[in-house]
């Protein structure tokens, strides 16, 4: 079975001070039918920019430098604006962190649903508004057909994620990128959000890469996770491997300093240092400034080690399980 | 010993109608202003050397309760005893020595420090209007740095040219440098990276051994106040709904909504799992439901729960909770 989503070497950079910042640095990943990937990574690690150079949403001065977006056997990358428009909201679509600002404040939702199904589908007005309805009756809002005319300021936060996950699955896309969505919730709120999404996605068979900070959301939600770390993908896998063997040091500090029932009154593992920006990224592996197993070697960049589909970029990995 | 008590305490915020707006409302032209009733009669001790986790979601009055206990917002009624005494009648000295010794460390650090002033003038203002500083800031200054993990080498440049993690450091030394005996963080890490946060909740464990500080931890982060705290208060729409040491209440949570909070609480688990949720929202505060706040969300509320409030009641050696349930047993 060929990948749903196939990226290849992608590079999305921004012009500054006269040489170009790479933000998104060689990644690859792909993403089957049906599949949820977990995009892990600290601000600034390039995972949202990643999420967006596959939407074709990366404002200029930036852009995709290189690299290949296969989605469904076409490359993204290289697609026409008008490819790109019909692409998206119909097949891949994306939730973003604040629904405060993807939702129009002086539109009624409803407006703003049927606009979204009339852009791709050639439907009459009373057929569009059922639908709407029905997607927000999915999604656990109350009373949908009155809601339809309410606007987003009437509603509270976590229903406004609600009526924007409603809108990102009107059109049943293959592929939902969700970035943060649940990151500015409460915890009841979010695990009610996250249990919609994923009974929604599971019907529909969406594939989902959802781009977070946050291990252990994604270690129950995702199949596979790829850890992002100053621009680059330096370890991925399925979810069990990573997470209980971690063999990049990065992906293995980022484990343990989430503070966890058994850590309780001890101190946290901590990665020394900050990140650093991407202006004085470390030539060859950009982790090694704050790796305690960084030596000579890794002033090279290291390549993908281990199998196709489990692999990480180190030169000293880590082999035994975390304990 | 208990360094600071809380006693019945309640806020209220509203507008106050000015007197065209008051005779409206007599003659029922107007209806009065909403008031929110952001804490309803809490009680909290916080003994010394203790670290007290104040756990909610949003809009639960836990900020509200932090700033109340860090000095910096009246209370509408009740009382507040600092080292057993009433902190409303303490006057001069004894007065800015209790003010003093209980700060807070907010959230974001961004907007607490003054971008107009570099690092060293940050954290030595304070201690210069109260002359802590005998001779010169500098010493002094970089001893609170250094305390707080900041390389006192970088102390001329303004907070726009740190990182989150460095002007969270940097925010710490200033409300260290008063030498504070109690220390309100509201929400101090929920802005930091995981490995950053790693970093500045090991300085806050550090500074509790070296200085012996007393900690009241606002969060909404399960996670965190269980690696921190001794105590955890949990708050649903203004009142405590349960307290217990943090193991106790980890292991055996009493009250409805603290049993539905813990199931939350993420962890990392591989594999995958279903997500469910207690239903429905938060009401709004300008509109608690009667009796116990939480009867619409709960799946054991009776008929009772609508109209009476529960107390508060020892259910355990230390452990608190205010359930109508605890009764039937």
């Given at each position: 079975m060929?990948?749903?989503?196939?990226v290849?070497d992608?590079?999305?950079?921004?012009?500054?001070?006269?040489?170009?910042?790479?933000a998104v640095d060689?990644?690859?990943?792909?993403?089957?039918?049906?599949?949820v990937l977990?995009?892990?990574?600290?601000?600034?690690?390039?995972?949202?920019?990643?999420?967006?150079?596959?939407?074709?949403?990366?404002?200029?001065?930036?852009?995709?430098?290189?690299?290949?977006?296969?989605?469904d056997?076409?490359?993204?990358?290289?697609?026409?604006?008008?490819?790109m428009?019909?692409?998206r909201g119909?097949?891949i679509?994306?939730?973003?962190q604040?629904?405060?600002?993807?939702?129009?404040?002086?539109l009624r939702?409803?407006?703003?649903?049927?606009?979204?199904?009339?852009a791709?589908?050639r439907i009459?007005k009373?057929?569009?508004?059922?639908?709407?309805?029905?997607?927000?009756?999915?999604?656990?809002?109350?009373?949908p057909?009155?809601r339809l005319?309410?606007?987003?300021?009437?509603?509270?936060?976590?229903?406004?994620q609600?009526?924007?996950?409603?809108?990102?699955?009107?059109?049943?896309?293959?592929?939902?990128i969700?970035?943060?969505?649940?990151?500015a919730?409460?915890?009841t709120?979010?695990?009610?959000?996250?249990?919609?999404?994923?009974?929604?996605t599971?019907r529909?068979?969406?594939?989902?890469?959802?781009?977070?900070h946050?291990?252990?959301?994604?270690?129950?939600?995702?199949?596979r996770?790829?850890?992002?770390?100053?621009g680059r993908?330096?370890?991925?896998g399925?979810?069990?491997?990573?997470?209980?063997?971690?063999?990049?040091?990065?992906?293995?500090?980022?484990?343990?300093?989430?503070?966890?029932e058994?850590?309780r009154?001890?101190?946290?593992?901590?990665?020394?240092g900050?990140?650093?920006?991407?202006?004085?990224m470390?030539?060859?592996?950009?982790?090694?400034?704050r790796c305690?197993?960084?030596?000579a070697a890794?002033?090279?960049?290291?390549?993908?080690?281990g199998?196709d589909?489990?692999?990480?970029?180190?030169?000293?990995?880590h082999?035994?399980?975390?304990? | 010993?208990?360094?600071?008590?809380?006693?019945?305490?309640?806020?209220?915020?509203?507008?106050?109608?000015d007197?065209?707006?008051?005779?409206?409302?007599?003659?029922?032209?107007?209806?009065?202003?909403?008031?929110?009733q952001?804490?309803?009669?809490?009680?909290?001790?916080?003994?010394?050397?203790?670290?007290?986790?104040?756990v909610?979601?949003?809009?639960?009055g836990?900020?509200?309760?932090?700033?109340i206990?860090?000095g910096i917002?009246?209370?509408?009624?009740?009382?507040?005893?600092w080292?057993?005494?009433?902190r409303?009648?303490?006057?001069?000295?004894?007065?800015?020595?209790?003010?003093?010794?209980?700060?807070?460390i907010?959230?974001?650090?961004?907007?607490?420090?003054?971008?107009?002033?570099?690092v060293e003038?940050?954290v030595?203002e304070?201690?210069?209007?109260?002359?802590?500083i005998?001779?010169?800031k500098?010493?002094?200054?970089?001893?609170?740095l250094?305390?707080a993990?900041?390389?006192p080498?970088?102390k001329?440049?303004?907070?726009?040219?740190?990182?989150g993690?460095q002007?969270?450091?940097?925010?710490?030394?200033?409300?260290?440098a008063v030498?504070?005996?109690?220390?309100v963080?509201d929400?101090?890490?929920?802005?930091?990276?995981?490995?950053?946060?790693?970093?500045?909740?090991?300085?806050?464990m550090?500074l509790r051994?070296?200085?012996?500080?007393?900690?009241?931890f606002?969060?909404?982060d399960?996670?965190?106040?269980?690696h921190?705290s001794?105590?955890?208060?949990?708050m649903?729409?203004?009142?405590?709904?349960?307290?217990?040491p943090?193991?106790?209440?980890?292991?055996?949570?009493?009250?409805p909504?603290?049993?539905q909070?813990?199931?939350?609480?993420?962890?990392?688990?591989p594999?995958?799992r279903?997500f469910?949720?207690?239903?429905?929202?938060?009401?709004?505060?300008?509109?608690?439901?009667?009796?116990?706040?939480?009867?619409?969300?709960?799946?054991?509320?009776?008929?009772?729960?609508?109209?009476?409030?529960?107390?508060m009641?020892?259910i355990?050696?230390?452990h608190r909770?205010a359930?109508?349930?605890?009764?039937?047993a």
């Open positions: 060929t990948a749903l989503l196939d290849r992608l590079v999305t950079v921004f012009p500054s001070g006269g040489r170009d910042l790479r060689e990644v690859s990943f792909s993403v089957n039918r049906g599949e977990g995009l892990v990574g600290e601000s600034g690690s390039g995972k949202s920019v990643t999420g967006f150079s596959l939407m074709g949403l990366v404002d200029a001065p930036g852009r995709i430098a290189s690299g290949q977006i296969l989605f056997g076409d490359d993204l990358a290289k697609a026409s604006p008008e490819a428009r019909s692409l119909r097949r679509a994306m939730v973003f604040d629904p405060m600002m993807t939702l129009n404040p002086v939702i409803g407006t703003q649903m049927t606009e979204t199904l009339h791709h589908e009459g009373p057929e569009a508004r059922a639908r709407a309805r029905d997607a927000l009756a999915q999604v656990g809002i109350p009373s057909e009155e005319d309410a606007y987003p300021h009437e509603f509270s936060g976590g229903m406004r609600r009526v924007a996950i409603a809108i990102a699955l009107l059109h049943r896309p293959d592929l939902i969700a970035d943060e969505p649940t990151t919730l409460d915890v709120i979010q695990s009610q959000i996250i249990s919609e999404f994923q009974a929604l599971e529909q068979g969406t594939a989902v890469i959802w781009i977070t946050d291990l252990a959301i994604v270690s129950g939600l995702a199949d996770i790829a850890v992002m770390y100053g993908i330096v370890e991925t399925p979810i069990a491997e990573v997470l209980t063997a971690p063999k990049h040091p990065y992906t293995r500090g980022l484990i343990r300093s989430v503070p966890s058994n850590s009154g001890a101190r946290l593992a901590q990665i020394p900050v990140t650093p920006s991407l202006a004085h470390p030539q060859g592996c950009a982790f090694r400034s305690q197993r960084a030596d890794c002033a090279q960049r290291p390549g993908a080690y199998s589909s489990c692999w990480h970029r180190c030169f000293h990995p082999e035994e399980a975390l304990t | 010993m208990t360094l600071l008590s809380l006693e019945g305490i309640t806020r209220r915020f509203g507008s106050t109608p007197l065209a707006a008051r005779i409206a409302i007599r003659l029922g032209a107007a209806k009065p202003p909403p008031v929110v952001a804490l309803d009669g809490v009680s909290l001790d916080i003994a010394e050397g203790e670290v007290v986790g104040l909610g979601e949003s809009g639960c836990k900020s509200t309760l932090g700033r206990a860090a917002l009246p209370a509408s009624e009740g009382t507040i005893r080292k057993g005494r009433d409303a009648t303490l006057q001069g000295r004894a007065r800015r020595d209790a003010e003093l010794a209980a700060q807070m907010f959230q974001n650090p961004m907007a607490a420090l003054n971008p107009r002033m570099n003038a940050l030595a304070a201690p210069q209007i109260h002359g802590m005998s001779g010169g500098g010493a002094y200054v970089d001893d609170y250094r305390k993990g900041f390389d080498e970088m001329r440049r303004y907070p726009h040219q740190f990182s993690g002007r969270a450091r940097a925010n710490i030394a200033r409300a260290l030498q504070p005996e109690f220390l963080c929400e101090s890490v929920a802005a930091l990276d995981v490995s950053i946060q790693a970093q500045i909740l090991n300085l806050f550090d051994e070296q200085l012996g500080l007393t900690y009241l606002v969060s909404h399960l996670g965190v106040v269980e921190i001794d105590r955890v208060a949990i649903y729409l203004g009142r405590i709904v349960e307290e217990a943090v193991a106790e209440v980890f292991a055996r949570p009493n009250h909504y603290t049993q909070l813990l199931a939350e609480v993420p962890r990392i688990r594999g995958k279903r469910s949720a207690v239903k429905g929202e938060l009401p709004s505060p300008l509109n608690p439901p009667k009796g116990c706040h939480f009867h619409p969300r709960c799946a054991f509320a009776t008929e009772r729960c609508r109209i009476e409030v529960p107390k009641r020892q355990a050696p230390g909770s359930c109508h349930l605890n009764d039937v």
